[in-house]
């Protein structure tokens, strides 16, 4: 157990020097897993081949090759990212039974890079929700405390990290679904400026919207995993052709003297959580005395912006799952009057609730007559968005807010009030309308003693300041694993 609480950057070194191998690593990952079967993490252990690429690692380091950091290291990926061999059913019906005939381009980087992928990580079906129990196969619990939720989608993926049954995972984030569970689970969540980390081989949700992302158990270790998985991907038609960056070694001056932080009063007028205010005006207080400038910025529109992302992730939602049938994918109806009748009941059959609300909103605001007073209102809006951030970058170096507006809240608490359910995004869906690159880590501790979250917004491709503002708050400051 102690030896899966340490972080890629130490496991890293006492694999080098051959302190400890990948197959005990590995081993003790599986034997985790099991002893945590209770929280509903996984969807899919790959216990056999995990084994068998850890004795590959070990014979290689033995022969004294040159290998990458994460080389042996065990990890975990969102069950919606496609692993040649395993299935990939974004925790839906509707993909139960289907195995991924290819890789995600993340996942041959992982591999490449001697990662060892160990499980696929339970999640919101087809990545809709903020708290992971629109699973098809259960609900996850937050490993903290099981009685409370992760947070969502990517809820499986930041409570296998939380739970310490790896020491890394991908998530994907469309409007705070890195995020928001990293938050909740007390563990480091990096959403990606869009397009730097191709999304080949990832079953989509909103196209424009989602990014892959790293979570992990510090800000290095997030700065080592998006130095394997970034990178210009020629197929896959958003890849960014920007050039590679070596975070883990560039990132990190170890101060913050004269950085210029942007803070809006507009995130703290949408807070009613006391509790999270006083831990995001407490971080305040650390940057200020530790040489940061606190710059007041406006963002007049950032109330707007969770209706923005519902109408336009939503439209894009309806289009991206037309595809799903019940002819190309899923399991079909046997009785059906004609080929109409056969989409129905094969859609009711294999969608949850949550997927559908969302595909009836997404195909209303696209209909004839409400495409104008819905859709385009929102493109306009998401145009005004990015405008605000832009000319608040022109004076400050990142932007920081609570990363979500409460601490976890129960299991079931929330499921039947869809709206009240939406606010938890309220903080980081304005990243992804933007496409800008966010960090959040923990920041503080709530009288339920779950985790709060700070959030760091960069501008494009400025992931190395939010590393560099990241790592300093978490050795100086605050770190929930020393708590």
């Given at each position: 157990m102690e030896i899966l609480n340490e972080t890629i950057e130490n496991i890293s070194g006492l694999l080098k020097n051959k302190e400890i191998s990948s197959v005990e690593l590995v081993n003790a990952s599986l034997k985790r897993i099991d002893e945590t079967q209770n929280l509903n993490i996984l969807h899919e252990v790959c216990r056999e081949s995990a084994v068998e690429k850890a004795k590959e690692v070990d014979e290689l380091r033995a022969k004294g090759a040159e290998l990458s950091p994460l080389a042996g290291v065990p990890v975990v990926i969102k069950d919606n990212i496609s692993m040649v061999g395993t299935y990939t059913t974004c925790s839906s019906k509707f993909l139960e039974n289907y195995k991924s005939p290819y890789n995600a381009t993340v996942v041959d980087k992982l591999q490449n890079a001697g990662a060892i992928i160990v499980g696929k990580a339970n999640m919101d079906e087809f990545a809709m929700g903020s708290s992971s129990e629109t699973c098809a196969f259960g609900v996850v619990h937050n490993p903290r405390n099981p009685e409370y939720v992760p947070g969502g989608s990517s809820g499986g993926s930041a409570s296998t990290v939380a739970g310490n049954q790896c020491f890394a995972s991908l998530g994907t984030d469309t409007g705070g679904s890195?995020?928001?569970?990293?938050?909740?689970?007390?563990?480091?969540?990096?959403?990606?400026?869009?397009?730097?980390?191709?999304?080949?081989?990832?079953?989509?949700?909103?196209?424009?919207?989602?990014?892959?992302?790293?979570?992990?158990k510090s800000v290095k270790d997030s700065a080592l995993m998006l130095d394997?998985?970034?990178?210009?991907?020629a197929n896959e038609f958003t890849s960014a052709k920007h050039e590679p960056e070596n975070y883990y070694e560039n990132s990190f001056k170890n101060s913050i003297k004269g950085l210029k932080i942007g803070f809006a009063k507009e995130f703290v007028e949408l807070l009613k959580n006391q509790e999270v205010l006083n831990s995001f005006m407490n971080a305040i207080d650390f940057f200020k005395a530790n040489g940061a400038e606190i710059v007041d910025i406006k963002l007049p529109h950032i109330k707007d912006a969770l209706a923005v992302y519902y109408v336009l992730s939503s439209a894009e939602a309806a289009s991206n799952l037309a595809r799903f049938d019940g002819i190309k994918y899923g399991v079909p109806t046997d009785e059906f009057k004609d080929l109409v009748d056969f989409y129905v009941q094969s859609r009711t059959k294999g969608f949850g609730k949550e997927v559908k609300r969302r595909i009836m909103l997404g195909n209303f605001v696209l209909s004839s007559g409400y495409f104008d007073a819905y859709y385009n209102k929102a493109k306009a809006v998401q145009n005004l968005i990015i405008n605000e951030f832009s000319d608040a970058f022109k004076n400050c170096d990142v932007i920081i807010s609570p990363t979500t507006p409460s601490p976890a809240f129960k299991i079931g608490e929330?499921?039947?009030?869809?709206?009240?359910?939406?606010?938890?995004?309220?903080y980081t869906v304005p990243v992804n309308i933007a496409t800008l690159p966010a960090i959040s880590l923990p920041c503080g501790v709530a009288s339920n003693g779950l985790p709060l979250g700070l959030q760091i917004i960069g501008n494009r491709f400025s992931e190395s300041k939010l590393f560099n503002l990241g790592d300093y708050f978490e050795k100086n400051c605050f770190n929930l694993r020393e708590v």
């Open positions: 890195i995020r928001q569970p990293s938050s909740f689970c007390g563990v480091v969540g990096l959403k990606p400026t869009y397009g730097l980390v191709s999304r080949y081989g990832v079953v989509a949700f909103a196209s424009s919207l989602d990014q892959v992302g790293p979570i992990t394997v998985i970034s990178g210009y991907d929330k499921v039947s009030n869809p709206l009240e359910m939406y606010l938890n995004d309220i």
